[in-house]
């Protein structure tokens, strides 16, 4: 697993004793703790100014080790907190400053985020991002993203905005694509879902309309409990079917 430090890594210019990599070279560093980048999402990224390797005279990259940290750690806040590209690197360039820059808050608001519904202000938020943020996490075009808005895959906000859930199954949707899913094939696994979801409903449901706060709260403790398990579940039962085709 990668790591990286906290302060504003330094990019684009290798010391003495920095080993220079190939593009491949860092996506098979990175692909333990991110199985889902590519070679393009790197470019990507390159072109929007968050990394900048070397060029060699005939116009390969080279990434020192630092250019590997400012990538994982670029990687890691749009995973773990949904960032903007945007803010991503205005909170790297405030570090390369010396800046003392706490990481934006998932209670911090601009013009890509917005309160989760059960929400009050004032308390913790989740992040929204644009529909320019999704396309590039995704790698996707506007005719895929409509694609699967259409099949119900992905539901935007009702201002457009797409929350973490959102964010996820994109992903995840960009990612069987590539293996020749289209969508329509995924309309069972959607039914599925939703009928996994009916059964943790039922027995949440007597906690939830409790007049006590405490046993409310145990209510969302325990959803989210059985959603875990029922995803294991599932996974489990796939290796299990998967094992039986092969004999």
Known sequence: MLRTS??????????AG?????????????????????????RFLEAEGLIEPQRTPSGYRKFTPADVERLAQVLRMQRD?????????????????????????????????????????????????????????????????????SYGLI????????????VTVARLVADLGRFGLEPRHLRAVKAAAEREAG?????????????NPQTRAHAEATARELADLSVRLHAALVQTALKAGFH
């Not at 906290?6 to 010391?15: C, F, Q």
């Not at 945007?86 to 998932?106: F, N, T, Y």
């Open 81 to 149: 907190h949904y960032l903007p590209l945007k803010v991503i690197r205005e909170h790297l360039e405030a570090l390369a400053r010396g800046e003392r820059a706490a990481l934006p808050s998932d209670g911090g608001q601009d013009e890509h985020t917005d309160l989760l519904p059960d929400q009050e202000p004032g308390r913790a938020t989740a992040t929204r991002i644009g529909r320019a943020e999704l396309l590039a996490a995704t790698e996707a075009s506007e005719e895929q993203l409509d694609e699967w808005e």
């Open 199 to 211: 059964l943790v409903e039922q027995v949440v449901a007597p906690l939830r309309r409790h007049r």
């Open 6 to 15: 906290t302060g504003g890594a330094g990019h684009g210019t290798a010391s």
């Open 155 to 166: 539901v935007p906000a009702s201002g457009g905005s797409y929350d973490a859930e959102a």
């Open 18 to 42: 920095q080993r220079a990599m190939s593009i491949g070279t860092v996506l098979l560093q990175l692909r333990d703790e991110f199985p889902e980048v590519t070679i393009s999402k790197i």
